[in-house]
């Protein structure tokens, strides 16, 4: 028998001789198990940690054994029948079920075969601003196996929510705006290191009189770095840029220019965009010009002095009380539109009040003391929403 069809043969080995009396008989499993030879495994065995069908690449691979056993006792079956002798046991498929770190395959004479698994990879990662969820592929579901590093320090196993063979969560919070770089070993083996940043992340803000411009002032998360002192910050809004940015982790205070009259650029839903040392926001948040909003209101002696922004002016601002038209009444705006005093023609005991201002309505807020009362501010993009203010 030469040695290319020796590397293909299947099962146990059969030898058969002629009596003298003319019958065959054949033994089985003639060759003791450790006269079979040494299988021969090609390139590298490196099955996914979650398992499936996997190939085996070699020689002799077959010879006396019906599976594989990985130490101490669990089996690994084939792929198809050993019976059939169409089944290319050079390309051996098996039904692996999954693992974590190194194994061992041993053959019936005892011969060792030590592999590991493919390396772990990070595809993706995501936050929800108290844990990173990471996707991808070779984790292993045991925390055993694994260390996860973030800027090349390992985190508290405690700290693992959830580990799987393409996902795993840990426990995280960055309250700034920077990258990180995120890595897992599992089994010993290296994934790549993945580069995931911490985005501004800017909620609200607040709208300025198109004529004068004014300061801006949004809210949110992430909206400085570590480095405060060091952080290239800039603020676009829209076309226009919005100068002299004092910056702390939720809030940013920044200075926008009015537009000269005549200038027939778009001025309502511009695009807010915040760059950090690079990082920039990808969340959607909008700006406009003059969009009256009422954060505060004072009631004294039977005056309502309203506190906002972009409260018009005599000419142009309408006051609504329980969606009725005020007429007739003396107002008084101060320059900046911040201020807005009126008296009421009736006493005001528990009403719904607004402004239209340029033919846009403010938020509506709710009146049910004739005492002082200071609100909590709500969100100036949004029209028409309503502000309750209670004792």
């Not at 006396?64 to 006792?73: E, N, R, W």
């Not at 493919?118 to 601003?129: F, Q, V």
């Not at 309502?304 to 000419?315: A, H, M, P, R, S």
Request: aromatic share 8%; net charge negative.
């Amino acid at each position: 028998m030469n040695d290319e069809k020796a590397k293909k043969l299947h099962g146990s080995m059969k030898t058969c001789f002629m009596d003298i009396d003319g019958t065959s008989l054949c033994k089985s499993n003639y060759l003791g198990e450790n006269e079979y030879p040494n299988p021969v495994i090609e390139g590298t065995f490196k099955p996914q940690t979650k398992g499936g069908q996997t190939i085996m690449k070699g020689y002799y691979l077959v010879l006396g054994i019906t599976y594989f056993t990985i130490l101490p006792d669990l089996r690994v079956k084939f792929v198809g029948s050993l019976e059939d002798e169409a089944m290319d046991v050079t390309n051996l498929i098996l039904d692996y079920k999954g693992g974590c770190g190194q194994r061992n395959l041993k053959w019936p004479n005892d011969f060792v075969y030590s592999f590991n698994h493919s390396n772990p990879n990070i595809d993706n990662i995501s936050s929800d601003n108290s844990s990173l969820v990471v996707v991808g592929s070779n984790f292993c579901n045991s925390s055993d196996y694994v260390n996860i590093l973030i800027d090349g320090i390992q985190i508290d196993k405690s700290n693992i929510i959830l580990i799987d063979h393409e996902l795993f969560e840990v426990k995280y919070n960055q309250i700034y705006c920077k990258s990180i770089n995120v890595n897992i070993i599992s089994g010993g083996l290296q994934s790549n290191i993945f580069k995931f940043d911490f985005k501004p992340l800017p909620i609200k803000i607040n709208s300025v009189p198109k004529s004068k411009g004014g300061l801006i002032i949004i809210t949110g998360h992430r909206l400085s770095s570590p480095q405060a002192n060091n952080s290239n910050i800039s603020i676009n809004i829209g076309k226009y840029v919005c100068k002299n940015v004092i910056s702390t982790q939720n809030e940013i205070n920044c200075y926008i220019d009015g537009i000269p009259s005549g200038n027939n650029d778009s001025t309502i839903g511009l695009q807010v965009k915040i760059s950090i040392n690079g990082i920039v926001n990808d969340n959607e948040l909008l700006f406009s010009f003059d969009v009256p909003f009422i954060s505060d209101f004072i009631l004294p002696q039977g005056e309502v002095k309203l506190i906002g922004d972009c409260l018009g002016t005599i000419e142009s601002t309408q006051i609504y009380i329980d969606d009725i038209e005020q007429l007739n009444l003396t107002i008084s705006i101060n320059d900046k539109q911040t201020a807005l005093s009126f008296t009421p023609l009736n006493q005001i005991k528990k009403s719904k009040l607004y402004l239209i201002v340029n033919g846009i309505k403010s938020n509506v807020i709710e009146i049910d003391s004739l005492f002082f009362v200071k609100s909590s501010p709500s969100s100036p993009s949004v029209l028409g929403q309503l502000v309750n203010y209670t004792l």
